[in-house]
């Protein structure tokens, strides 16, 4: 809503736009992952959150976290949350650093949704209680395991 609108105008349309069924406050969805060896499966997964969702927060895992779920990345956290912070559809990029961060967080932001690709559909139905868990289309062909695997076969 334009501060420059007058009072009763500003009313007015804020009353129309409620009949509408329109939303007045931009809409936020909060997405995770650890992006490692940034790809395109990652670009189009924001760029499809950002075609729904006004705002978008991405929540980049670190070392220590992916450490004790048995995962470690080629690249370090500090470089892979800059890649993200990097991406033009991305609004914010935040740590994920632990178990249950993701309660707080949707909470925190005011996520209207926690989005995710589809390898992951069903996995956080436990959050819809929060917010909208949406599991959007997965990029076929690629992912940073396979790109590792390409890397290490190359020699
Ligand atoms: N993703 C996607 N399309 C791909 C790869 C990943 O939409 N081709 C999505 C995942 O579904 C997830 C997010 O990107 O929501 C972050 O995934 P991440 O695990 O970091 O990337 P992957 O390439 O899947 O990594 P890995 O091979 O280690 O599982």
Not at 9 to 32: C, F, N, Q, S
Not at 60 to 72: I, P, W
Not at 103 to 109: F, H, K, L, S, W
Not at 114 to 120: E, F, K, L, N, P
């Amino acid at each position: 809503m334009s501060a420059r609108l007058p009072t009763a105008a500003a009313a007015e349309l804020r009353a129309h736009a409620v009949a509408a069924g329109l939303k007045l406050e931009p809409t936020v969805a909060i997405t995770y992952g650890t992006y490692d060896l940034f790809h395109i499966g990652h670009v189009n997964l924001f760029r499809r959150i950002k075609a729904r969702y006004d705002i978008l927060v991405v929540a980049v895992s670190t070392d220590e976290f992916n450490a004790g779920k048995g995962k470690r990345s080629a690249v370090p956290f500090a470089d892979r949350i800059e890649m993200v912070r990097a991406c033009r559809h991305v609004d914010l990029a935040i740590a994920e650093s632990g178990w249950g961060q993701k309660e707080t967080d949707i909470v925190r932001y005011g996520a209207d949704a926690m989005v995710m690709g589809s390898d992951w559909t069903g996995h956080f139905d436990g959050l819809k209680s929060l917010c909208d868990v949406v599991y959007l289309p997965r990029t076929e062909g690629v992912s940073s395991s396979d790109l590792k695997r390409h890397i290490q076969s190359a020699g």
